[in-house]
């Protein structure tokens, strides 16, 4: 036990420091929780399924908060504080790094999401980042980020050459609900998370549309899922035809770190962090509005709710409930479809659930019509109550993996793992 609660604290330092804004009720119960639930495994990732096994592909990162693959065995790493691209090659860490870029780095901000397209001979690699003017970590001394940006690389032997910038967004007042999350569709767009910026300090110039605040300011890019293409230019506008409002694909967005779509149906989901209750999954078409400030979790628990308070953009934006909701928050981060066999037909095109604070995996089938994900007969209420409830059993796929922050399914089709708690990466696999 004495070692379990020195995993809990140093998770708790460093998970706090960087989601603090989600955690409040978590952590302030981390030995009570811990010692509910029938999951723990003394800091040790570990599976419930025999069929698998977890192996190490790289340790001694730090704070890596997502992962790409460029080829086999050949990832790209970022670290959150540093301002880092890593490159892991056959598991060998690469003493120098790709990339070095100056990160405003308090909290949630960060060098936060990477994506990797390739065009023929040439590697495009795609990263979000909230970019400063001066050392990592300056926001810290007062000075303010210049933009949450998302730019465009080329991967040239180790080093990212010709960076273009393609879309700039607010990074203020922050430093929290910064998102990141960053994909290449099946259109090959880009699509971007981005949350409120810390939509808690309110004010006549933070309070938008794209919040549901009806009478507030135009969009300016937070609080959503953007879509852009590979070169910056927007695509068919969803809400409306100016700029930005045409580069939203969903509205209404807290603060999401994890987002996939469906390699069956083509329809994206994403997870969605509350004020400390709240956290979702949710089915994002196009057009979805995620109701925050007005709602968040299911809409049967805000009591004076009304659709009609929810700015729907003249009727070409809607709300939805979530699939799924916590009501004692989790921090659901990476969503990733398993669009392999590589760990047997059983799980192939299911859905994996990464989360920060319990360091758990979750594993969900859908329906036949890929509209809403399988649950237990006791979660039939879709409402996740603690970190023990009845029915939890049926959907933790893996546990212990100290703060998950990123899922991605490589070229082996394999599962692998970033942990943020432990600085690591990791493979799952087919353990024959």
């Given at each position: 036990?004495?070692?379990?609660?020195?995993?809990?604290?140093?998770?708790?330092?460093?998970?706090?420091?960087?989601?603090?804004?989600?955690?409040?009720?978590?952590?302030?119960?981390?030995?009570?929780?811990?010692?509910?639930?029938?999951?723990?495994?003394?800091?040790?990732?570990?599976?419930?399924?025999?069929?698998?096994?977890?192996?190490?592909?790289?340790?001694?990162?730090?704070?890596?908060?997502?992962?790409?693959?460029?080829?086999?065995?050949?990832?790209?790493?970022?670290?959150?504080?540093?301002?880092?691209?890593?490159?892991?090659?056959?598991?060998?860490?690469?003493?120098?790094?790709?990339?070095?870029?100056?990160?405003?780095?308090?909290?949630?901000?960060?060098?936060?999401?990477?994506?990797?397209?390739?065009?023929?001979?040439?590697?495009?690699?795609?990263?979000?980042?909230?970019?400063?003017?001066?050392?990592?970590?300056?926001?810290?001394?007062?000075?303010?980020?210049?933009?949450?940006?998302?730019?465009?690389?080329?991967?040239?032997?180790?080093?990212?050459?010709?960076?273009l910038l393609l879309v700039d967004l607010?990074?203020?007042?922050g430093p929290r609900h910064n998102g990141?999350?960053?994909?290449?569709?099946?259109?090959?767009?880009?699509?971007?998370?981005?949350?409120?910026?810390?939509?808690?300090?309110?004010?006549?110039?933070?309070?938008?549309?794209?919040?549901?605040?009806?009478?507030?300011?135009?969009?300016?890019?937070?609080?959503?899922?953007?879509?852009?293409?590979?070169?910056?230019?927007?695509?068919?506008?969803?809400?409306?035809?100016?700029?930005?409002?045409?580069?939203?694909?969903?509205?209404?967005?807290?603060?999401?770190?994890?987002?996939?779509?469906?390699?069956?149906?083509?329809?994206?989901?994403?997870?969605?962090?509350?004020?400390?209750?709240?956290?979702?999954?949710?089915?994002?078409?196009?057009?979805?509005?995620?109701?925050?400030?007005?709602?968040?979790?299911?809409?049967?628990?805000?009591?004076?709710?009304?659709?009609?308070?929810?700015?729907?953009?003249?009727?070409?934006?809607?709300?939805?409930?979530?699939?799924?909701?916590?009501?004692?928050?989790?921090?659901?981060?990476?969503?990733?479809?398993?669009?392999?066999?590589?760990?047997?037909?059983?799980?192939?095109?299911?859905?994996?659930?990464?989360?920060?604070?319990?360091?758990?995996?979750?594993?969900?089938?859908?329906?036949?019509?890929?509209?809403?994900?399988?649950?237990?007969?006791?979660?039939?209420?879709?409402?996740?109550?603690?970190?023990?409830?009845?029915?939890?059993?049926?959907?933790?796929?893996?546990?212990?993996?100290?703060?998950?922050?990123?899922?991605?399914?490589?070229?082996?089709?394999?599962?692998?793992?970033?942990?943020?708690?432990?600085?690591?990466?990791?493979?799952?696999?087919?353990?024959?």
């Amino acid at each position: 036990m004495q070692v379990l609660v020195s995993v809990v604290i140093a998770f708790t330092v460093i998970l706090f420091l960087i989601f603090a804004s989600t955690i409040p009720h978590h952590f302030a119960n981390a030995q009570e929780k811990f010692a509910e639930t029938e999951f723990v495994e003394e800091g040790k990732p570990k599976l419930f399924d025999s069929n698998f096994k977890i192996s190490t592909v790289a340790e001694g990162l730090s704070t890596p908060t997502s992962m790409a693959f460029v080829g086999p065995g050949d990832i790209l790493v970022l670290e959150k504080d540093t301002g880092m691209v890593k490159r892991i090659v056959n598991g060998k860490v690469l003493a120098n790094p790709v990339l070095d870029v100056n990160v405003a780095n308090s909290v949630e901000r960060c060098l936060c999401g990477i994506a990797v397209s390739k065009h023929g001979s040439t590697t495009y690699v795609f990263l979000y980042y909230t970019e400063i003017a001066g050392k990592d970590g300056g926001d810290k001394a007062g000075i303010q980020p210049i933009g949450n940006r998302v730019y465009r690389y080329e991967l040239s032997g180790d080093s990212l050459i010709n960076p273009l910038l393609l879309v700039d967004l607010p990074a203020n007042p922050g430093p929290r609900h910064n998102g990141g999350d960053l994909m290449i569709g099946p259109d090959e767009n880009i699509y971007v998370t981005i949350g409120d910026i810390d939509g808690s300090f309110k004010g006549p110039t933070t309070e938008t549309k794209t919040q549901n605040y009806k009478n507030g300011v135009d969009p300016d890019g937070r609080g959503g899922i953007l879509r852009i293409t590979q070169d910056g230019q927007p695509t068919d506008g969803i809400l409306g035809e100016s700029i930005p409002l045409r580069i939203y694909y969903a509205y209404g967005i807290r603060n999401s770190f994890g987002m996939d779509f469906d390699p069956v149906s083509g329809n994206l989901w994403d997870t969605e962090n509350g004020p400390g209750n709240g956290d979702e999954i949710n089915l994002v078409l196009p057009g979805f509005n995620s109701g925050w400030q007005q709602v968040q979790g299911l809409s049967s628990m805000e009591g004076s709710f009304s659709e009609s308070d929810l700015q729907d953009f003249g009727g070409k934006g809607h709300y939805s409930d979530p699939e799924l909701v916590w009501v004692n928050t989790a921090g659901p981060t990476a969503v990733k479809f398993l669009d392999s066999t590589a760990l047997g037909s059983a799980y192939e095109n299911d859905m994996f659930v990464g989360d920060v604070h319990n360091g758990r995996i979750y594993h969900f089938d859908l329906t036949s019509d890929r509209k809403d994900i399988i649950l237990p007969p006791e979660l039939a209420s879709r409402v996740i109550e603690k970190p023990s409830s009845l029915g939890l059993s049926s959907i933790v796929f893996g546990q212990g993996f100290g703060g998950i922050t990123d899922l991605e399914v490589g070229p082996d089709g394999n599962l692998y793992v970033v942990s943020i708690g432990l600085g690591s990466i990791f493979q799952i696999s087919s353990a024959s």
